[in-house]
């Protein structure tokens, strides 16, 4: 099936950097004619009435009140992740257009991120790797201590279905865990990964050997970790960001870490993305950055193309879309 019998599915390019993946092609083919953003402009009279749904892969197309005025059938969004700050969710709904996430695709992926960074930090990963390539394995022991992660607290803020999965890998880690939520988890969910809730932020980073922080970025969580915040956690404790780099002051980060208010941070968002080539932050040792890779393994990343999908026929189809995302 082509053109004239499947629905128009626009998407910003094929490949490239932030292109949806070349092998999820033929499966989107299967369901929808795509459109390229390329295609779109090129003949835009004639797409833009075409276009029934937009799968947006790492933000891209922008989606703004002109690019919506201009599709008069556009009936859903699809988002290739769970964050939707990139959205203006009112914007998009004052059109009709309904909305949709992938929270199941991303879940283990990007939990496996945060221990990877949280594993990494701890135990000098990269620093270690520098002095494997160039010194040919000289170096003092004190260059490479680093601490340990059995027994030690992690404080989980956001304990969402990621928040949840990381408390997973903690406990097999044999660490304690804390953390915090808008509400919380019932009391079995909490027994199995042995969670104790907190009330408040604060008392969750007072005794965190490590605070990951996977919260939405909203208006309610921008900065939501700033010089207070860093001065309650202890001098040895290690801040681990996969959420959104609003979600941290990253000038007190900067501050934080040069003046050993916190040990060290390990981050894969910033602001922005990337950083500058001479921010501060990428010069400091006690700091690992990695480039969003929360997400990104092959079978989640298909996972995710597989239940955009699910929630685009859902809504072409007039059914409840299984991971629909309301404007708050
Ligand atoms: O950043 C990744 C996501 O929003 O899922």
Redesign the pocket.
């Known amino acids: 099936m082509g053109e004239g019998e499947l629905p128009g599915l626009l998407v910003d390019e094929i490949g490239g950097k932030h292109g949806i993946l070349h092998g999820h092609v033929a499966f989107l083919k299967k369901h929808f004619y795509l459109i390229t953003m390329k295609e779109f402009l090129e003949d835009r009279k004639r797409m833009s009435k075409k276009v029934q749904a937009i799968y947006l892969w790492w933000h891209k197309p922008v989606i703004d009140q002109e690019l919506l005025q201009s599709l008069p059938n556009l009936k859903v969004i699809a988002n290739s ?3 939707m700050d990139h959205l203006d969710l009112k914007l998009v709904a004052s059109f009709g257009v309904k909305m949709a996430n992938a929270p199941r695709a ?1 879940s283990s992926s ?1 939990a496996d991120t945060g221990m990877a960074l949280l594993l990494a930090s701890a135990r000098r990963l990269v620093e270690g790797y520098h002095i494997a390539v160039s010194s040919g394995m000289e170096y003092s022991e004190a260059d490479i201590l680093g601490v340990e992660v059995t027994g030690a607290t992690l404080g989980i803020i956001g304990m969402g279905s990621i928040g949840y999965k990381i408390a997973l890998r903690a406990k097999a880690f044999e660490m304690n865990i804390l953390y915090h939520n808008r509400t919380r988890r019932k009391e079995q969910e909490e027994r199995a990964v042995g969670a104790t809730y907190c009330e408040k932020i604060d008392g969750l980073l007072q005794r965190a050997d490590f605070v990951m922080v996977v919260v939405s970025l909203t208006p309610q969580t921008h900065k939501l970790i700033g010089k207070r915040e860093m001065e309650l956690m202890k001098p040895t404790a290690t801040l681990i960001n996969i959420s959104r780099g609003a979600v941290v002051d990253q000038e007190a980060l900067v501050t934080a870490l040069q003046t050993g208010v916190i040990r060290a941070a390990a981050l894969d968002v910033t602001y922005p993305e990337p950083l500058p080539r001479d921010h501060t932050l990428l010069k400091l040792k006690n700091v690992i950055i990695t480039p ?1 890779l ?2 990104k393994t092959d079978k989640a990343t298909y996972m995710i193309t597989e239940e955009a999908v699910e929630n685009i026929l859902a809504a072409l189809n007039g059914l409840p879309i299984p991971s629909e995302v309301l404007p708050s």
Do not use: F
Request: hydrophobic fraction near 40%.
């Open positions: 992740g769970v964050g991303v990007t969003h929360g997400i």
